[in-house]
């Protein structure tokens, strides 16, 4: 597939996908800043925002599941690419860093909502 046809673009507010939808896709930033956020009607709660060279969709490419939380694009003319479940498999069995590179970033992520969840309950 021409790399071409996996760069998508929006622009600020523009939900790339909504918390909930089944996804079999990692996207990774490649221009803009991603959003992601937790909609309960008009109330937003961003969990983070993500910028050039970060990616964000790696649960539901890895494990199936449906999406965790929203993905919107926070800046006009923001670029990211697909990447599907298969060229996933492909890169984690070939290129060894990349699939150093999605653990690093989960276990960040775990720990960074691991910091948040479990605060010490006070005596």
Known sequence: MAIEKCIDEF???DVIFEEGSIGRELFVVLDGKVDIAKVHGESKT?????????FFGEMAVIDGSSRSASAIASAPHTRVMR??????VYLVSQQPAFALMIMDGLSKRLRASNAVTFRPANP
Not at 83 to 88: E, L
């Open 11 to 13: 622009d600020t507010d």
């Open 46 to 54: 961003i969990i983070v925002s993500l910028g050039k060279g970060e």
């Open 83 to 88: 990447i599907n479940h298969a060229r996933f």
